[in-house]
């Protein structure tokens, strides 16, 4: 999921016009992106294969099937921002519990409007409004819908009293061709070398609570600001270390788990996924799912290791940068071997991939937690005549009982806050240790005077 949020005010002098000409503009601007990329016209099929779920090109697209709005009046203000980022993260929380339906598209825009006052007319005065794209993993990568939201913006037309009622359904009757595949792209499964056919990593690691088959599931959601100037102030932190803002992530996620968790830790399993666009040459600007992932691990003795320093300390900050040089190290080795030992090699090993999903449970959980940098967002910018000014981006994901303990996901905008969204299966972890961590996290951006 790509969320991003705008500031929203009619774009011409001193004038008011209905918040309905706001969602004209954007359902027009939503059937030209449908147009602009195929991957928007699947959906899934009522056909199975081997079991498996299919997916097909559908004939038609109404408003209700991808668009859903939702007002909210409880902020005060435009820059409560804290307020607004609780309530989006409640709304994460919910669509994250839905399923996909059949024979509708695999995707869906979800736009919250912030307005304590008149919320049905757009005035000169600016109005947070948020803007997620939902999609399945099938058909979109982070980065996809980094470019869903640039094909949007572009296409959003000036806000005016003129606009008119766009026509629903879209119909489509000529065949279109399906997104290629990593796997059409790259031979990931003929390779014997030693790094495709080694078997996994079976060294224990903290995943969290063991839940039962029956419990409930709810995937919970965070939304975790770092001010724009403490996120400069660690790239330089970074840059003069030799490592890289991934590298550094990793290793004060490591520190804040281990101050944090009160259970015994014998070691922490990451992963990180990174995208293989560069290997299938396609563009940043096309709606497709090519990634990959590397997991890493951090053993109890490297953990143990922080007890030796006093927090917050100089020498404390110098072991952490030794951790975050190994990470940057790690994550350039297993990148650079793609597609040697990637995500699809792995999967093609086992046999009956179905069942091996559909015996999975609670008590299989390998992974401590995953962490996903879409890094700088550039290439989302709405043309000024559209009444509309991008914010923030957040980027999120659904968690489950079986995926990685805890979530981190992180996206800037320039000049703008890193954001990073926290995510977790309700019960596998205590929230109370998810507000541990990210305090722990904030506290370690910015200079290092700061911590003293």
Not at 238 to 265: E, R
Request: negative net charge; proline residues 4%.
């Amino acid at each position: 999921m790509i969320n991003n949020k705008y500031t929203s005010l009619a774009s011409e002098d001193k004038a008011s016009i209905p918040l309905e000409k706001f969602y004209f503009a954007l359902e027009l601007s939503l059937q030209a992106t449908i147009r602009q990329h195929s991957a928007l016209l699947y959906g899934i099929s009522e056909k199975t294969e081997a079991s498996i779920a299919l997916f097909k090109q559908l004939d038609q697209i109404d408003r209700q099937d991808i668009l859903r709005t939702f007002h909210s009046s409880n902020c005060i203000s435009i820059d409560d921002e804290a307020e607004s980022d609780t309530l989006l993260s409640r709304l994460l929380e919910d669509i994250h519990e839905e399923d996909w339906l059949v024979n509708k598209p695999a995707w869906q825009v979800i736009v919250l409007d912030h307005f304590p006052g008149n919320w049905d007319v757009l005035s000169t005065s600016p109005r947070r409004i948020d803007i997620a794209f939902f999609a399945h993993h099938s058909i979109a990568d982070g980065l996809s819908g980094i470019a869903f939201h640039t094909s949007l913006g572009e296409k959003f037309e000036r806000l005016s009293a003129s606009l008119t009622k766009p026509t629903w359904p879209m119909t489509f009757n000529e065949p279109v061709a399906a997104p290629v595949t990593l796997e059409e792209c790259i031979d990931c499964f003929s390779c014997s070398c030693t790094i495709c056919t080694s078997g996994a990593n079976d060294r224990k690691a903290w995943v969290g609570a063991q839940q039962t088959t029956d419990a409930t599931f709810r995937s919970m959601v965070r939304i975790v600001n770092i001010p724009a100037e403490h996120l400069v102030a660690t790239l330089q932190k970074c840059k003069k270390a030799g490592v890289t803002l991934t590298g550094y992530l990793h290793a004060v996620i490591c520190t804040s788990l281990w101050h944090c968790i009160p259970d015994d830790i014998p070691g922490i399993r990451s992963i990180t996924p990174f995208s293989a666009r560069n290997h299938t040459k396609t563009s940043a600007r096309d709606i497709v799912n090519h990634i990959s992932y590397l997991t890493s691990y951090t053993s109890r003795e490297e953990l143990e290791m922080l007890q030796e320093f006093e927090l917050g300390s100089e020498e404390e900050a110098g072991y952490i940068m030794e951790l975050a040089k190994s990470f940057s190290n790690d994550v350039a080795t297993k990148v650079g071997e793609f597609p040697h030992g990637c995500m699809a090699t792995n999967l093609n090993r086992i046999p009956d991939l179905l069942s091996q999903y559909q015996n999975q449970g609670p008590a299989d959980r390998r992974i401590s937690y995953e962490l996903s940098n879409l890094g700088l967002v550039s290439d989302v910018t709405p043309p000024k005549s559209g009444g509309l000014k991008l914010e923030k981006v957040v980027f999120s994901q659904c968690a489950s009982s079986v995926t990685p303990t805890i979530g981190f996901n992180c996206v800037s905008k320039k000049g703008g806050s890193f954001v990073m969204s926290v995510t977790w299966a309700e019960g596998v972890i205590e929230e109370s240790l998810v507000d541990q961590v990210t305090r722990e996290l904030q506290g370690r951006f910015g200079p290092a005077d700061d911590k003293k």
